[in-house]
């Protein structure tokens, strides 16, 4: 089963809830394959900072869920981000595409702009906070 590693990092600031997503090509969260004997919290900041540019104070497993995609275990870990952090940025990821990233506050209704596979990700963080 692949492994995939699901960063959930929330703004520092706490009020409103807000998670850092992606914004451009496509809007999507940040994830991972997860690398054999690397332990999936470590592999969600280790992603959080390749591909956001967000630095990771602490990773602590918040569950795992193997109803988001068929043959694939998501691994989902609370990154406590540090601050300052801005509202929206810009970072080069591991293959050098350029993507942009913003907030998402969890509260509002459903982002509809999100693929379906990261939309029932979304739903299980949700759910989970």
Avoid at 33 to 39: F, H, L, N, P, S
Wanted: aromatic share 6%; with cysteine; charged share 20%.
């Amino acid at each position: 089963m692949k492994q995939i590693a699901c960063p959930v990092a929330l703004h520092p600031d706490g009020a409103p809830r807000r998670l850092a997503v992606a914004t451009y090509p496509l809007t999507a969260l940040v994830l991972s394959d997860i690398a054999q004997g690397i332990r999936p919290e470590a592999a969600a900041a280790h992603a959080l900072y390749d591909i956001s540019g967000l630095e990771t104070r602490a990773a602590l497993l918040l569950g795992t869920s193997d109803d988001i995609v068929a043959g694939e275990r998501w691994h989902f870990a609370l990154c406590r981000t540090v601050p300052p952090v801005r509202d929206r940025w810009q970072n080069a990821g591991p293959d050098g595409t350029l993507h942009r990233f913003g907030w998402l506050a969890l509260d509002d209704a459903a982002h509809h702009d999100f693929a379906p596979t990261h939309q029932s990700a979304l739903d299980w963080i949700r759910a989970a906070l």
